[in-house]
């Protein structure tokens, strides 16, 4: 039975590898400062808001922010707009990061592998804004592939501003800016299966197709259930950046989601903080539950889990 470390061993240890716990200081700095200190204004949720008392000063007024918002037709829009969109974009875009990994490491030609994944991740590294003037330029309504349409006699196609293609278009642009990140993971996974398991395979006469359903699928399975949950657990976040930079009042309808929501009543509009919070919370709350239940549905089923 192995023994518990005493507190002097414990700060001994900690002095052997103490460059080691300083490169942990940058990471929990940010976390302390950007996640943990925050959580103090999470009390705005349950008050009214007056600039002159402050944070704790301000009546408390229970749970009248939440009856407001659950009678407010614009949020229950922005709540429906956030689930289909986080759907759509992990039914297309988490299968794709896998797939992707899987075609890059069945190639031969190392120069050009490392070449692809290169290309592939490139578009992660661009921010919204950059990204946001690409579509604009290539399908707003004077863009590059309007003035083609306009040029062999066709009708315009206004992407940006029709609400059957709005959804389409934010899910395919963020397949195309972050499928080649996604596949970083996976291919460090199968990077580490034993050579040996492929080698036996092609001895004893298995082509590709089940040396990748026997062997590399087995051996990324884990890594693929727990990045599953950690997107689930991201459902209600829907990519702000994303939407903020590509969506319009015209749009709104299907396009507003609560992150977005929650810019405009906080920014755009005379603000009410207790509100804003509300919602924040209550959307923190729903990714929490998500969250847990993809744990649970992946523990269900043999696999290990997060938690």
Do not use: C
């Not at 689930?83 to 050009?112: D, V």
């Not at 492929?198 to 399975?221: L, M």
């Not at 969250?291 to 549905?297: Q, R, T």
């Amino acid at each position: 039975m192995k023994k518990k470390l005493s507190r002097t061993g414990l700060i001994e240890q900690m002095l052997n590898y103490k460059y080691i716990y300083l490169m942990l200081v940058p990471g929990l700095l940010f976390l302390l400062t950007f996640k943990y200190l925050p959580m103090y204004g999470i009390q705005l949720a349950f008050k009214r808001y007056m600039l002159n008392k402050g944070i704790t000063g301000s009546p408390w007024v229970g749970l009248e922010n939440f009856r407001y918002i659950w009678t407010e037709p614009a949020f229950w829009r922005a709540f429906k707009n956030t689930i289909i969109i986080s759907l759509m974009k992990l039914g297309l875009g988490f299968p794709i990061g896998i797939i992707l990994a899987l075609l890059i490491n069945e190639l031969r030609i190392k120069k050009y592998k490392r070449f692809l994944q290169t290309i592939y991740t490139f578009p992660h590294f661009l921010s919204w804004v950059i990204v946001s003037g690409i579509v604009f330029n290539f399908l707003g309504n004077t863009g590059a592939f309007n003035s083609f349409l306009q040029t062999i006699g066709m009708h315009k196609i206004n992407f940006l501003m029709n609400k059957s293609i709005f959804r389409y278009l934010l899910v395919y642009s963020e397949v195309w800016k972050e499928a080649g990140w996604s596949t970083i993971l996976y291919l460090a996974a199968i990077a580490g299966i034993d050579p040996t398991l492929y080698e036996a395979a092609t001895v004893d006469g298995a082509n590709r197709w089940y040396k990748i359903k026997y062997i590399t699928w087995p051996g990324i399975q884990n890594i693929v259930v727990i990045m599953f949950i950690m997107t689930v657990g991201t459902i209600m976040v829907a990519g702000f950046n994303q939407v903020f930079n590509l969506y319009n009042e015209v749009v709104y309808d299907v396009g507003d989601i609560i992150s977005t929501y929650v810019y405009r009543i906080s920014f755009q509009q005379a603000p009410d903080y207790g509100v804003s919070t509300a919602v924040g919370l209550f959307n923190g709350l729903i990714n929490f539950i998500l969250l847990m239940l993809a744990n649970a549905f992946a523990k269900r089923f043999g696999n290990s889990g997060i938690i």
